[in-house]
Nanobody, 121 residues
Framework: QVQVVESGGGLVQPGGSLRLSCAAR????????MAWYRQAPGNQRELVAS???????TYQDSVKGRFTISRNGAEHEVWLQMNNLKPDDTAVYYC???????????????WGQGTQVTVSP
């Protein structure tokens, strides 16, 4: 089975930086889009940034200029570099991967377990 695992979350002061990592493992033939979402208490899960298999990235307006999404050439890993963090960035961050496996003819979406990011003095 495909597994999506995030890491890199933690507690950071305002203005600080964190880099989140996400790795997809398993019987993966290829991965199309990958994305980072976040969900704060009482809020819906929202898209933070996404990246296509060709490297085209999109960002939520509130993180433009501060966050950078990137992925490796094998398409199995994606990172989110977060700079100048603000308290409003506090949330659980989730990685999403759109995967085609060797055993399926259909694309399927897989989610990581989430990693907590807390921005506070």
């Amino acid at each position: 089975q495909v597994q999506v695992v995030e890491s890199g979350g933690g507690l950071v002061q305002p203005g600080g930086s964190l880099r989140l990592s996400c790795a997809a493992r398993g019987p993966i033939f290829t991965i199309n889009d990958m994305a980072w979402y976040r969900q704060a208490p009482g809020n819906q899960r929202e898209l933070v940034a996404s990246i296509t298999n060709s490297g085209s990235a999109t960002y939520q307006d509130s993180v433009k200029g501060r966050f950078t999404i990137s992925r490796n050439g094998a398409e199995h890993e994606v990172w989110l570099q977060m700079n100048n963090l603000k308290p409003d960035d506090t949330a659980v961050y989730y990685c999403r991967a759109d995967v085609l496996t060797y055993t399926s003819s259909r694309w399927a979406t897989y989610w990581g377990q989430g990693t907590q990011v807390t921005v506070s003095p």
